[in-house]
C-alpha cells in the first residue's frame, strides 16, 4: 500500500468535471481521482458494506476488510427497482441501507460509485430484456414510453438528492448508467438501438438530471464491455461534455483474458489522458477460487504499468456458493494472494486515501 497526503489536493490538474455547475466536493473528487491514479490504483468491491458471503448489513464489516483489515477505497451499489418504488434493490438491499452505506464510506474518506440496471421500461421486464430493439427509441422524447423514463429519472433523482452528510453537504458519486454496451445482453445494448439513439439517451439523461433536477454533484461514467480498438471504444462516447470517467468492463472467462485486459487498460489509459478524463475499470472478477494467485499474477500484473484510478471487483453474493464470489473473503483459496495485493504499493485502500478526503 501507499500513503498518500493531503498536498496532492494542490497538485490538482486544470481539468475538473464535465458539469459546469459541479459542487465543490464533485471537483475535489474529480481532482484527487485524477492525481491518485498517478500514484496508484484503487481497490473497488461492489456492495463492499451490505454483505458478504455469510452476513448481511453488519455494521462495519466486509469481505475484504474481513481478509485484509482494511476496507475498499471504492465502494460500489446498485440502484436496479428504485425506479418500481421498492423499498430493495434487485440484490435485496434497503435503499435506505445503500443511502447509509454510501453517507458512512464517504464520512471515512472513501469513494461512492453507482451503477442502475433499469427495468425494460418498453416490455416491463428486466434489464436484460433485448426481445425488443425498440426501447431505446420508446424513451426518447417524443417516444411512447418517454414520460415513463422521466417518471424513473424523478425517482432517481429524488434518491441522488437524498445523498446528504450531517451538515448538509450533497456527497459526490460516480453514477455509470447504460454500461456494457458494446454488447449486446442489455436493452440498451449496440444490437438494440443506433449509434444516434444511444448517444441521445444519454444526452437527455445527464441534461434533465442536471438542468430540470438541478443535480451537480454526479460524475459520470461511461463503461463498456470489451473492445480491440479505441475506435471500437468511442463510437458511442456521446460527449466530453457529459462524461467524467472512461471506463470499461471485463471479465476473466479464459486463457486469452490477461491479453484482452491489458490491451482494454492500454487503450482506456490513453483515451483518457488524451480527453483530460479519468481512467478506470469499472467491473472486474476472476477465478479466485481455483487460481490461488489471480490477484497478483493476473489482475495486478497485468494492470500495473497503466494509470488507472481504480478497478472494481463485482460482488459477494450472500448466503450462495463462495465459488461464485467476485471478492475476497475469509478462507478464500485466494485470500493470502489478496493480502500481497494489498500490500503491494501499487494498490490503494481506505486508509491509503482516507486523508484526502
Same mark, same amino acid.
Given at each position: 500500500m501507499m500513503l498518500l497526503c493531503v498536498g496532492l489536493v494542490a497538485q490538482a490538474g486544470k481539468s475538473g468535471p464535465s458539469d459546469p455547475k459541479a459542487t465543490p466536493e464533485a471537483v475535489k473528487l474529480y481532482q484527487n481521482m485524477m492525481?491518485?491514479?498517478?500514484?496508484?490504483?484503487?481497490?473497488?468491491?461492489?456492495?463492499?458494506?451490505?454483505?458478504?458471503?455469510?452476513?448481511?448489513?453488519?455494521?462495519?464489516?466486509?469481505?475484504? +476488510?474481513?481478509?485484509?483489515?482494511? =476496507? @475498499?477505497?471504492?465502494?460500489?451499489?446498485?440502484?436496479?427497482?428504485?425506479?418500481?418504488?421498492?423499498?430493495? /434493490? $434487485?440484490?435485496?438491499?434497503?435503499?435506505?441501507? &445503500?443511502?447509509?452505506?454510501? +453517507?458512512?464510506?464517504?464520512?471515512?474518506?472513501? &469513494?461512492?460509485?453507482?451503477?442502475?440496471? =433499469?427495468?425494460?421500461?418498453?416490455?416491463?421486464?428486466?434489464?436484460?430484456?433485448?426481445?425488443?430493439? *425498440?426501447?431505446?427509441?420508446?424513451?426518447?422524447?417524443?417516444?411512447? *414510453?418517454?414520460? $415513463?423514463?422521466?417518471?424513473?429519472?424523478?425517482?432517481?433523482?429524488?434518491?441522488?438528492?437524498s445523498l446528504k452528510t450531517d451538515q448538509g453537504t450533497f456527497i459526490p458519486v460516480l453514477f455509470r448508467p447504460f454500461h456494457e454496451h458494446t454488447g449486446s445482453w442489455f436493452w440498451w445494448g449496440k444490437n438494440l438501438c443506433t449509434v444516434d439513439q444511444y448517444t441521445a439517451l444519454w444526452r437527455f439523461t445527464v441534461t434533465y438530471l442536471r438542468e430540470t433536477k438541478n443535480i451537480h454533484h454526479l460524475l459520470y461514467t461511461y463503461s463498456t464491455d470489451r473492445f480491440t480498438t479505441s475506435e471500437e471504444y468511442l463510437e458511442r462516447y456521446p460527449g466530453d461534455d457529459l462524461i467524467d470517467i472512461v471506463a470499461f468492463d471485463l471479465y476473466d472467462r479464459g486463457p486469452e483474458y490477461a491479453g484482452v485486459l491489458g490491451n482494454c487498460a492500454k487503450l482506456v489509459s490513453k483515451i483518457a489522458a488524451d480527453k483530460g478524463k479519468i481512467g478506470a475499470v469499472s467491473e472486474v472478477g476472476g477465478?479466485?477460487? /481455483?487460481? @490461488?494467485?489471480?490477484?497478483?499474477?493476473?489482475?495486478? *500484473?497485468?494492470?500495473? /504499468?497503466?494509470?488507472?484510478?481504480?478497478?472494481?471487483?463485482?460482488?459477494?453474493?450472500?448466503?450462495?456458493?463462495?465459488? &461464485?464470489?467476485?471478492?475476497?473473503? +475469509?478462507?478464500? @483459496?485466494?485470500?493470502?494472494?489478496?493480502?500481497?495485493?494489498? *500490500?503491494?504499493?501499487?494498490? $490503494?485502500?481506505?486508509?491509503?486515501i482516507q486523508s484526502l478526503k
Open positions: 492525481n491518485l491514479e498517478h500514484k496508484g490504483m484503487m481497490f473497488g468491491h461492489q456492495d463492499a458494506l451490505a454483505y458478504g458471503t455469510s452476513w448481511y448489513a453488519e455494521d462495519d464489516r466486509s469481505d475484504v +476488510k474481513d481478509v485484509c483489515g482494511d =476496507f @475498499p477505497a471504492v465502494c460500489g451499489w446498485e440502484l436496479g427497482h428504485l425506479e418500481l418504488g421498492n423499498a430493495c /434493490s $434487485l440484490d435485496s438491499v434497503f435503499f435506505d441501507n &445503500i443511502r447509509d452505506g454510501i +453517507k458512512k464510506a464517504y464520512s471515512r474518506g472513501g &469513494i461512492n460509485t453507482i451503477s442502475w440496471h =433499469f427495468r425494460n421500461p418498453l416490455t416491463g421486464g428486466t434489464a436484460w430484456d433485448v426481445t425488443s430493439d *425498440k426501447t431505446v427509441e420508446a424513451i426518447l422524447p417524443g417516444g411512447e *414510453k418517454h414520460e $415513463l423514463y422521466k417518471q424513473y429519472l424523478d425517482k432517481l433523482a429524488l434518491f441522488m438528492l477465478p479466485i477460487t /481455483s487460481n @490461488p494467485e489471480w490477484w497478483t499474477n493476473v489482475l495486478l *500484473k497485468t494492470l500495473r /504499468s497503466y494509470d488507472l484510478s481504480y478497478v472494481l471487483v463485482w460482488r459477494n453474493p450472500f448466503n450462495q456458493p463462495a465459488r &461464485i464470489a467476485f471478492g475476497p473473503y +475469509k478462507d478464500c @483459496p485466494s485470500a493470502k494472494d489478496f493480502v500481497k495485493f494489498y *500490500k503491494d504499493p501499487r494498490t $490503494l485502500f481506505l486508509k491509503d
